[in-house]
C-alpha cells in the first residue's frame, strides 16, 4: 500500500457539523454544568469546581463521600463504569435518594442532574 492511502485511512471527512447540533450541544453543556454548579454548592463545595475538568471529578466523588483517590478510578478505562456507578449512588443517596435514582445519575445524566440541583431534595450533612 502507498502511504498515501495509509495516512488517509479512517480521516476525518472534514464536514463541518451543522449549526442546529452546535445550538443543541451547547445547551447540554450549559445545562450540565449549571447542574453540577447547583449541586456543588448544595453540598458544601465550590461551584467553580464543575467547569474545571478532572477537578471536578475530585469534588464529585468529595458530594458522594468517597475518598479522592477514587478519581483514579475515573480515569481508567473500564474500571470507570463500575466507579461511576458507585460514586452515582453515593451522590444520590448523599441527597436523601435511593439507590434507583442513582442508576438514573448513571444512566440519564442529563435528567436526573438537573432533578437532583433544581430539585427541593438537600444534601444531608455528614
Not at 23 to 34: C, E, R, S
Not at 83 to 108: C, D, E, H, T, Y
Request: hydrophobic residues 55%.
Amino acid at each position: 500500500m502507498a502511504p498515501h492511502i495509509i495516512a488517509q485511512y479512517g480521516q476525518y471527512s472534514g464536514e463541518r457539523p451543522s449549526p442546529v447540533f452546535m445550538l443543541v450541544y451547547l445547551a447540554f453543556l450549559i445545562l450540565m454544568v449549571a447542574s453540577w454548579w447547583k449541586m456543588f454548592t448544595k453540598a458544601g463545595q465550590p461551584g467553580w469546581a464543575s467547569i474545571v475538568p478532572i477537578l471536578n471529578l475530585y469534588f464529585l466523588c468529595k458530594v458522594a463521600r468517597m475518598s479522592g483517590w477514587w478519581v483514579v478510578g475515573l480515569l481508567i478505562p473500564i474500571v470507570n463504569f463500575f466507579v461511576l456507578i458507585l460514586v452515582s449512588i453515593n451522590v444520590a443517596k448523599r441527597f436523601g435518594k435511593g439507590a434507583g435514582f442513582g442508576i438514573g445519575l448513571w444512566l440519564l445524566p442529563f435528567i436526573f442532574y438537573p432533578i437532583l440541583a433544581f430539585g427541593d431534595s438537600r444534601a444531608q450533612p455528614a
